[in-house]
Nanobody, 120 residues
C-alpha cells in the first residue's frame, strides 16, 4: 500500500556530491517518520539519517557535516544531500518510512534502494 521509490544514485568521484530523492505514495506523507539507510556488501544495514514527522533529525556520526536530510511534504518527498563523498560511502541507499510516525527505527516500509558508488 505504502510505496517508496528512490532516485538519484550513481557514480561519483571522491569529494563529489549527489542528491538522493525518495518519493512516497499511498500514505499521508506528513505523518511519516522518514529515513535513509545504507547497506554495503557484507555489512549490516545502518542508519544514515532520519527526519521525524515532528521535524527532529538524526545523523550517523560518519556522515555528520557532510550529509543533509530534508523533506518536502507538499511533494511527498524526502531528500538526502550528500557532499564530500568518500569511497566508504559506497553502498546501496534505502529510503525508509514509519507511516504512523511512531519513531520506529527502522520503520516498516522500505524502498528498493539506489546504488551510490564513490571512486577514489
Amino acid at each position: 500500500q505504502v510505496q517508496l521509490v528512490e532516485s538519484g544514485g550513481g557514480l561519483v568521484q571522491a569529494g563529489g556530491s549527489l542528491r538522493l530523492s525518495c518519493a512516497a505514495s499511498g500514505t499521508i506523507f506528513s505523518r511519516n517518520d522518514m529515513g535513509w539507510y545504507r547497506q554495503a556488501p557484507g555489512k549490516q544495514r545502518e542508519l544514515v539519517a532520519r527526519i521525524a514527522s515532528g521535524g527532529s533529525i538524526n545523523y550517523a556520526d560518519s556522515v555528520k557535516g557532510r550529509f543533509t536530510i530534508s523533506r518536502d511534504n507538499a511533494k511527498n518527498t524526502v531528500y538526502l544531500q550528500m557532499n564530500s563523498l568518500k569511497p566508504e560511502d559506497t553502498s546501496v541507499y534505502y529510503c525508509n518510512a514509519d507511516p504512523l510516525g511512531l519513531g520506529r527505527r527502522p520503520g516498516p516500509v522500505w524502498g528498493q534502494g539506489t546504488q551510490v558508488t564513490v571512486s577514489s
